[in-house]
C-alpha cells in the first residue's frame, strides 16, 4: 500500500507534464556550479601560458602575453555572483569542490577574489612589457590563485 501512495505524485508529475522530469538536470543549482566550473577553466586557460612563458617553458610574445591578460581582466568584468548560490557548497553536492568557508566568511572570500583581481591588473599592465616584466608580477597571480584554492577548494586530485 505504502508503495501505490508513493507512486501517486510521481505519476500526477508525469501526467501533468506529459514526460518523466529528470530534477537532476533540471536544478539550477547544479547548472550554477557547472557555470562557475567553467570561469575556472577559462582563467587556467589564459593563465597557463602566462605562467609558461614567465617561467621559460616556451618562448616570450609581448602580443600573446597581452591577449591573455586582456582575456583574464575581461572575464572580471563580468557580475558572475549568480554562480555562487547559498547551499551550493560540497557539503550538499558532489559535484562541487566549492568550501562551505567560502559562505561563512564571505568578507574573505572576496577579499581572495580582490587579490586576484589585482594580480590580474598588475599582469594586464606589465604582460607586454617584456618577459622580466611578466615574471615580476605573475608571482601574485599564481598566489592569489593558489591563496583561495588553499582556503576554499576541497583536496582535489587533478
Ligand atoms: C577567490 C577564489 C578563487 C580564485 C581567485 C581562483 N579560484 Fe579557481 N576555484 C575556486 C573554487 C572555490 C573552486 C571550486 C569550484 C567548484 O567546484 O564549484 C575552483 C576551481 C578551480 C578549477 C577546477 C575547475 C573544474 O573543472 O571544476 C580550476 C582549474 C581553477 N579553479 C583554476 C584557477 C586558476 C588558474 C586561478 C587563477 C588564475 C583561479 N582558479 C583563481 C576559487 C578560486
Known sequence: MKK????VPVLL??????????????????????????????????AGPLFGMAKGDFEYDAEFATLLADNLKAELAMNN???WPAGSDSSVYEETEALP???FDESEAAEAE????????????????GRD???????????SCKGCHDDFRAEHSH
Open 133 to 143: 616584466a611578466l615574471r615580476s608580477v605573475i608571482g601574485d597571480l599564481g598566489a
Open 4 to 7: 501505490i501512495l508513493l507512486l
Open 81 to 83: 555572483a549568480r554562480m
Open 13 to 46: 508529475a508525469v501526467i501533468g507534464t506529459g514526460h518523466v522530469v529528470n530534477a537532476d538536470d533540471k536544478d539550477p543549482v547544479k547548472k550554477a556550479i557547472e557555470a562557475r566550473a567553467a570561469i575556472m577553466k577559462l582563467r587556467a586557460w589564459n
Open 101 to 103: 568557508e567560502i559562505w
Open 114 to 129: 580582490n587579490a586576484y583581481r589585482e594580480a590580474v591588473m598588475s599582469v594586464a599592465e606589465q604582460a607586454g612589457n
